[in-house]
């Protein structure tokens, strides 16, 4: 199991490489499928199956699959045809999928090897994962925390400097169409 962890862990960290260098956004999308599906192996190889498929369903499945439609239905015009035109280019899916045959070679080698291995199934209580999370875990539940509050702040401010630019457009363009109308005094004779 040591080594199975470390081919998902190394599957894992090239293809969240891959996800950060692609340039279009359904290559990284494919890259970041299989980057967790390698999240996956790494749970079930450190004895957490239940987490592990919770992560095939809904990240790699679910969310994954409406980030691809998403991706899909933005790329309007005609460009996009062009686009999918590269997309189907049987090279662009190389990468993934070399990375994704490790992945399947490696969950084959672990089925084979855990048939000898019979979990265990206990039940843990809510109360024993909170205590758990705030004694134990407490500074990786606080980054963690931080981490969010840091995008969401980014979020907020990536928000306001559009709505200032749409503002000082707003007022540039008002400004100008002042500018360019002749000034009128009131009380002037013609």
């Known amino acids: 199991m040591v080594t199975a962890f470390y081919i998902a862990s190394a599957v894992a960290i090239a293809a969240t490489i891959m996800v950060i260098t692609r340039t279009q956004a359904v ?3 494919l890259y970041l499928i299989v980057s967790l599906l390698s999240v996956a192996v790494i749970f079930f190889c450190l004895g957490a199956p239940f987490v592990a498929v ?21 790329n309007l015009g005609p460009e996009s045809a062009q686009q999918e035109r ?6 662009m899916y190389i990468g993934p999928a070399v990375l994704s045959l490790v992945l399947l070679i490696e969950l084959v080698y672990m089925i084979n090897q855990g048939l000898a291995t019979v979990y265990s199934p206990t039940v843990v209580a809510p109360r ?8 134990t ?18 979020a907020f401010h990536l928000g306001r400097r559009r709505e200032r630019r749409e503002h000082g457009t707003d007022t540039t363009t008002q400004a100008a169409d002042t500018e360019s109308s002749p000034n009128v005094t009131v009380g002037e004779d013609s």
């Not at 590269?86 to 090279?91: A, G, I």
């Not at 990786?140 to 702040?153: D, R």
């Open 27 to 29: 290559h990284a999308l």
């Open 54 to 74: 919770l992560e095939i369903i809904i990240y790699a499945g679910a969310i994954m699959v409406l980030f691809v439609f998403v991706m899909m239905l933005l």
């Open 86 to 91: 590269q997309w189907l280019n049987p090279r």
């Open 128 to 135: 024993e994962v909170g205590i758990s999370l705030f004694t």
């Open 137 to 154: 875990y407490v500074l990786g539940v606080e980054l963690a925390g931080m981490l969010l509050l840091a995008g969401l702040v980014g």
